[in-house]
């Protein structure tokens, strides 16, 4: 179930059985010269759709941007100040958590975004309270990053090994090329795979990483190893999301 494509009286009547909801989020940046620059977003909205779908659980709408402000030296990065994002967190629980929501479940495809969502977390927590939102004290949010799912972390590193890298890594990039097989074609193979390099200036990072990649091998990424990704995630996230929301608020 998508939210943007039910009515409110489905969502009314959808509350009275869970108070549940997934919230994938990415981000928009590059990953390197044979990624996507949607990549974070692609893998988020379609394994958060995958465990909506498992689950039964209203998906909302993607939030494609993230905590990217060292991306910002490459063109079509769209990055957000730390304080935007949280201020979105913010308004998204609020807007949910008044409608009756009080389980967020983020499924994340960004390693940059997570400081920020456990900021804007503490943040909500404190906010909804002073609101006296009717049952703000039970609304409760979890990160998932599908990347660090042990079932595709383990199967990452049996397929890539130590080239499976930091940022536009074979796995995520596996990942899009199962969503969209037709942009293989235009992925050409990186000439050098660098070393993870520290993250400082836009401008230091764009010099370091335009022509090489970030400690990753995205050449060795297949469509058929992104659908096992993706089956591997939903699946995890799933179980995951299935004992969150019947934890009972502590
Ligand atoms: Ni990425």
Partial sequence: ML??????TEVEEYLKVSQGIILPIGSTEQHGQTGLIGTDTICAEGIARGVGEMTNTVV????????????????????????????????????????????FFFVNGYGGNVATLRAAFAESYSYLTDLHIPNAEKVECR???????????KLAKELYGSLEGYQAAPGEVAVTQYFYPEIISKMPVMAEVGLPYPVYSTTRFRDRYSHRGRGYDPAMA?????????????QELSEVYLEFIHSAAA
């Fill in 3 to 8: 939210l943007h494509l039910m009515t409110w």
């Fill in 60 to 103: 909302a709408p993607t939030i494609n941007v993230g905590m990217a402000l060292h991306q910002a030296a490459f063109p079509g990065a769209i990055a957000l100040r730390p304080n935007t994002l949280i201020e979105l967190i913010q308004d998204y629980l609020t807007s949910l958590a008044r409608a009756g929501f009080t389980k």
């Fill in 143 to 153: 990160i998932a990053n599908w990347f660090t799912c042990n079932s595709v972390y």
């Fill in 222 to 234: 297949t469509p058929e190893d992104g659908k096992i990704f993706y089956d591997l995630a939903v």
